[in-house]
């Protein structure tokens, strides 16, 4: 990939940034538009993170995978509703995608 093009999607990401920034705020003025302006980046990380937890492409297609990481996922999600701070919620992850790793 040149430079060229590395820079021009560069500018392109900081331009839908910054598009964000100045013009959504003013669209969410209403009572239902700044709910569903709140609800929109946490239901798109989790749709991020299920796909990166439960999806592998293969030759044949993509398939669902039930391995280490769902492991990680869950006891993340178990820090998180036990309410241990962030970098507890990391490691208690890593440390059990780790642990499952080594056994299986």
């Known amino acids: 990939m040149s430079w060229g093009a590395i820079a021009l999607l560069a500018a392109g990401a900081y331009g ?3 598009a964000g920034v100045m013009g959504l705020g ?3 003025t209403g009572t239902w538009a700044t709910a569903i302006g709140a609800l929109l980046p ?3 990380l989790f749709g991020l993170v299920a ?3 439960l999806a592998i492409d293969t030759e044949e297609g993509v ?3 039930i391995d280490a990481r769902l492991a990680g996922v869950a006891a993340g999600a178990i820090a998180v509703w036990r309410g ?3 970098v507890g919620v990391v ?3 890593a440390v ?3 642990g499952v790793r080594a056994l299986g």
Request: net charge positive.
């Open 26 to 28: 003013r669209l969410l």
């Open 51 to 53: 796909v990166q937890t």
């Open 91 to 93: 490691v208690t992850a």
């Open 42 to 44: 946490p239901a798109l």
């Open 16 to 18: 839908f940034k910054l």
């Open 96 to 98: 059990v995608t780790g």
């Open 63 to 65: 398939r669902l995978a």
């Open 84 to 86: 241990i701070p962030f």
